[in-house]
């Protein structure tokens, strides 16, 4: 898991965007239109890094359509002192 975190949190493209997304989802579930809204971001933008972070077992959605929410996963919260060393690297980088 170590490696993923890694890879989609700090050397891919798009991994500042979802440094983001895990510190805002940190506070509490949100949906996109949420997330979007409070980034600033683009909802599609949104919708496309949740979709590759579901993807790889980092979050989970609870709900459906609209108010569907994405929280952490158990295996995230397993690796939270990697998910937190990694996003403390990234910011401290900017």
Known sequence: MEGVLWY?????????????????????PQNANQLSNALEMDYSTIRHHLKILVENNILQSAGNGYGEVYLFTEQAKQNWDTVERILNTVEGEE
């Open 8 to 28: 989609l949190l700090a050397s891919s493209r798009g991994a500042k965007t979802r440094v983001r997304l895990l510190r805002a989802l940190e506070h509490r």
